[in-house]
């Protein structure tokens, strides 16, 4: 048994805006959706970045709303907006509870949308959207999707004001085009399988040091926490969760959920230990957990 530490990342490893988005959703939620700039700044040069980027993505953050000023104990700093909130619990169901497969009993949901070419940026929106909620393109405008994700996909329409463009159908598969061969055309199931692998491969010998060491050294806990994180939130919103029956026998996914499962077990309360001495000290009271270790997943 040894204690890890662990070399950082290089400069190029990470882009500042992503990193900044995972660090805000699995770190400055869990110390009170308030975050020390120079904290900050430090904590995220340890993953490879500079200073000026990080703080540049602060700024654009803070631009689309998603940051206001606020300092703190004498710290200047910045807390996280309804915005910005309402975004990052968006992402938590997929990103910490992965899809699982969809019982193919339950159907498909379609969309359908004939959106004009005068309003190709709008259109753009929606098939971006369409595909982060999981949905395939198997025709001219035509998406699917497992059946459960209707109600997304109604609000996303919603949101983007294309109700009167768009036609939603729920239905079953019954006869025709063999299914396993219209999913893989709809949907890069060979590109998700191998980001997964990937994943595998780049992580599971490090759980494997993690999970036999006596003690993980904070920096080290927080970098690999951090950096796990910003890979992983990624891969899910790529995976539809289409049924078993349509997958491939050797699918990767359940195998990569457990292995980022398993990270984010030896490596939170650490991580968050070490980011905590960076904000400043807060008073106990009555029903408050100051130690965020205690502190567990928004889900």
């Known amino acids: ?14 882009r500042s805006r992503t990193v900044l988005v995972s ?18 700044v430090e904590l995220l040069t340890d993953l490879g970045l500079d200073a000026p980027s ?9 631009k689309r709303g998603w940051l206001v000023s606020e300092s703190r104990a004498g710290m200047r700093g910045y807390t996280l907006t309804p915005t910005a909130l309402e975004a990052l619990v968006a992402g938590d169901e997929v990103i910490w509870h992965a899809r699982q497969p969809a019982d193919l009993g339950d159907g498909w949901c379609f969309v359908n949308f004939s959106v004009p070419e005068s309003a190709r940026a709008l259109r753009h929106r929606l098939t971006a959207h369409l595909t982060s909620l999981g949905f395939g393109n198997i025709g001219s405008a035509v998406w699917i999707a497992p059946a459960r994700m209707l109600p997304a996909a109604q609000r996303a329409i919603t949101e983007l004001d294309l109700t009167a463009q768009c036609a939603v159908f729920v239905g079953d598969y019954v006869a025709g085009q063999d299914l396993t061969a219209m999913v893989r055309g709809g949907w890069d199931l060979d590109g998700i399988d ?3 692998r990937e994943f595998i491969d780049q992580y599971e010998g490090e759980a494997d040091r993690l999970g036999e060491a006596a003690v993980i050294d904070g920096d080290h806990a927080f970098v690999t926490y951090l950096a796990v994180v910003d890979h992983w939130r990624k891969l899910p919103f790529r995976d539809p969760g289409l049924p078993r029956e349509v997958l491939a026998e050797d699918w990767s996914g359940p195998e990569a959920v457990r292995l980022f499962e398993r990270m984010v077990t030896l490596l939170e309360g650490r991580a968050l230990a070490h980011a905590a001495a960076y ?21």
């Not at 040894?2 to 990470?14: F, L, N, W, Y």
């Open 1 to 14: 048994m040894s204690t890890i530490k662990g070399d950082r990342p290089p400069p190029a490893a990470r």
């Open 23 to 40: 660090f805000l959703g699995a770190v400055v939620r869990k110390m009170g959706n308030w975050m020390p700039i120079a904290g900050t």
């Open 54 to 62: 990080v703080r540049t993505a602060v700024f654009r953050l803070k």
């Open 194 to 196: 191998r980001r997964y």
């Open 279 to 299: 904000w400043p000290a807060q008073p106990r009271t009555a029903g408050r957990t100051d130690d965020p270790r205690a502190l567990q997943r928004s889900s």
